[in-house]
């Protein structure tokens, strides 16, 4: 019999995971200051999947200098937590290395209760964590089982740090939740059809929970964060001799607004660092299906349309 989704957890009082009374409708300011700078994250806490190495490392850095305390996850325990000391030492915040495999559903639970137990709630979560195909080929030629790897890895961590950590921001009645798209979320590359597939489904998780969410002040956003110089698009034969990298900081700078209120009209929607330019979104409520994935009509008479 298939088990029934998560509803928010009501365990005993003293269970250190429940947030006092005084917590629930408290919090850090959100929202743009006056001139337009993103307020303190001071007092809110991170939980950033991937976090050891690219995009995942500069994230955690760049969160824990903008006053967060930043939890850290990846399945190399020894590479994170000297990533997680080097930057509790470079910016004085308070951080954590968990080991974790996102696949892992009691995995992902024992790592968020010890988040919750160290840190605090989570307010801001990064699901960036995800493989990429193990060679350029179309999928008749791939390992199926390194094939399902790769969604798995994109789609199934998503979902289970979601249903793990979801719940307790409904409680809170706070909380932001960033999926890491790219621009195959949109684009397939048939070379690529693995992590194609993992980006499109977690961008789909993503609408699915911003929509679900409706009415609360938990929202849900997809960024891509464009083509940042790491390990991984290093690895990659499409970017051989690549040499305009999006600034990481673009990345930071885009999830810290997110962080902070000031993008929510664009939940359940695709940003995309180094491209979007940040006065704008904020500027602008988004209408319709605006970056919504969609099937474009062929003519006015198209009956999908």
Known sequence: MPEKGPRPPRPPEKDPLLPTPRTLGAGPERGPSRDGATRTLSGQVALVTGASTGIGRHLVEGLAARGMAVAGMARSEHRLVAAMSEVGEATGARTLAVG???????????????????????????????????????????????????????????????????????????????NIASGMSVRARPEYSAYSVAKTGLMRLTEALAGALE????????????????????????????????????????????????????????????????????SLTPQDAARQLRLRPYGDGDPLA
């Open 100 to 178: 974790a495999d996102v696949t892992d559903r009691a995995a992902v639970t024992a790592a968020v209760e010890r988040v919750v137990a160290e840190l605090g709630q989570v307010d801001l979560l990064v699901n960036n964590a995800g493989l990429i195909d193990a060679a350029e080929e179309p999928l008749w030629e791939a390992d199926p089982e390194q094939w399902w790897d790769v969604v798995s890895s994109h789609v199934r961590g998503g979902f289970l740090l979601c249903r793990t950590v979801v719940p307790w921001m409904v409680l809170r009645n706070r909380g932001r939740i960033v």
């Open 215 to 282: 009415g609360s002040d938990v929202r849900a956003f997809d960024v891509s964060p464009g083509v940042v110089d790491s390990p991984m698009t290093r690895s990659m034969p499409m970017w051989r001799g690549f040499e305009d990298w999006t600034p990481p900081e673009r990345v930071v700078e885009l999830i810290t607004a997110i962080a902070a209120g000031e993008l929510d009209p664009w939940s359940g929607r695709l940003l995309r660092a180094g491209a979007d330019d940040l006065d704008t979104l904020r």
